[in-house]
């Protein structure tokens, strides 16, 4: 995991639900190094909160879900050129959702 980069998730419960959350945050950083300075990309700092949760239906079944980006947060990157902020992108992911069945045989 990069030096500005940290992330928070609990160990879950050993039993037949589970639930885990999770969250990471990114302070800003720079992305890319362009001519001048005024040039150089930048990454606006990010925090995303993701939930991950099983159900134990019998020894050999078991359900899985997920969410991520729960907060929908976006992603941002910018030049500094000549004293402001430039965008340069703008991404929003909005809220996954995975659901699924795991079967072991």
């Keep these: 995991m990069p030096p500005n980069a940290s992330c928070f998730s609990p160990e879950p419960r050993q039993s037949e639900t589970c ?12 992305d890319e190094v362009g001519g001048g300075a ?27 879900g997920e969410l991520v980006n729960i907060f929908d ?5 910018y030049q500094r050129f000549e004293g402001r902020n430039r965008l340069l992108q703008y991404e929003e992911y909005g809220i996954t959702a995975k659901f699924g069945v795991r079967a072991s045989f």
């Excluded at 639930?19 to 720079?30: A, C, E």
């Excluded at 005024?38 to 899985?64: M, S």
């Excluded at 947060?73 to 990157?77: D, F, V």
């Design 73 to 77: 947060e976006p992603y941002t990157a």
């Design 19 to 30: 639930r885990h959350p999770t969250d990471s945050t990114r302070s800003g950083y720079l």
């Design 38 to 64: 005024d040039e150089d990309r930048h990454a606006r700092k990010h925090f995303q909160v993701d939930l991950t949760g099983k159900y134990q239906v019998t020894k050999n079944v078991q359900l899985v």
